[in-house]
């Protein structure tokens, strides 16, 4: 197919090489031009506007920071929905509040195209493989429209109803474990004075009953860290976590749930940021905690 992709971040770039591995044409477009230039290399054109982008291809994909951005990309002049893009499929797969995708598709369908959204679950190694968790909210048509593409990114693609579903998903699955790395940080922080070494420590908390599979994964990078070493790439970095936990109390609060779990962890992760944590990976959360004030 001749796809389009706008927001080339960490995410974005991975799911970009994933298309061009599978034998798509791919049209790409970023803010920072510079992003576009490592998939231009291998592969893909590079469009001077995201109205170009979306003149270009069959069905569009956007991954993007915020609602702002959102609304920069495909409003105005210049943005996707600025020329005739009647037919075509729009999907965004980006983490923000309900409300965002709901007015957005609203927008992409009164031009005469399909939207739908699919905010993800998964990493950038994952992205690369297609092995990433797609929440999809659409109409049913337009839903079974996206499938063969987000079937090629995604391991398991979950349907959960109209537009705006997804994203509330999207927000309750990421909930879970932003809370549990500062619970690995307290529980860390309780037991910093019994000598454990690090891949002690990792390799007993990584086979209790309160485990995820984050922190499993992880474990080698947290190793590294408490060990003072380079904990390698960062996949998902602790500013990152802060804007999702915030849209997260936004979320709750428009639906007049109280989160104070999620409250109480993003003030913690404010304060790692303050104190130059905030573009190191998720998983650094811990080690932070476990440091704090020792």
Known sequence: MQIGLAGLGKMGAAIGTRLL???????????????????AEVG???AA???????????????????AAIDAVYGGPSGLLGGDIKGKLF????????????????????RGAAFVECP??????????????????AEPADAERAKPILQQLCRR????????????????????????WQAFGEAFALCRDLGFKPQQLLDLFTDISGTSNALKARAPMIVAMLE????????????SARKDLQTMLAAGKAR???????????????EASRNGWGLRDGSAVPVYWSKRGG
């Not at 003072?228 to 500013?239: L, N, S």
């Open 256 to 270: 007049g749930v109280e989160l104070p779990l999620v409250e109480r962890t993003l003030d913690c992760f404010d």
């Open 228 to 239: 003072g070493r380079h904990e390698g790439p960062t996949t998902f970095d602790i500013d």
């Open 120 to 137: 993800v679950g998964g990493t950038i190694g994952p992205a690369r493989e297609g092995k990433l968790l797609g929440l999809m909210g």
């Open 21 to 39: 591995n599978v034998g798509h044409a791919l049209t790409v477009w970023n803010r920072s031009a510079a992003k576009a230039k490592p998939l």
């Open 49 to 67: 506007s995201p109205t170009e982008l979306a003149q270009r291809a069959e069905l569009v994909i956007t991954i993007l920071t915020d609602a």
């Open 157 to 180: 693609i979950e349907y959960c109803g109209p537009v705006g579903a997804a994203a509330t998903m999207k927000l309750a699955i990421n909930l879970p474990l932003m809370v549990s």
């Open 44 to 46: 893909a054109t590079v």
């Open 91 to 110: 999907i965004d797969m980006s983490t923000v509040q309900p409300a965002t995708p709901i007015a957005l598709a609203e927008k992409v369908r009164s």
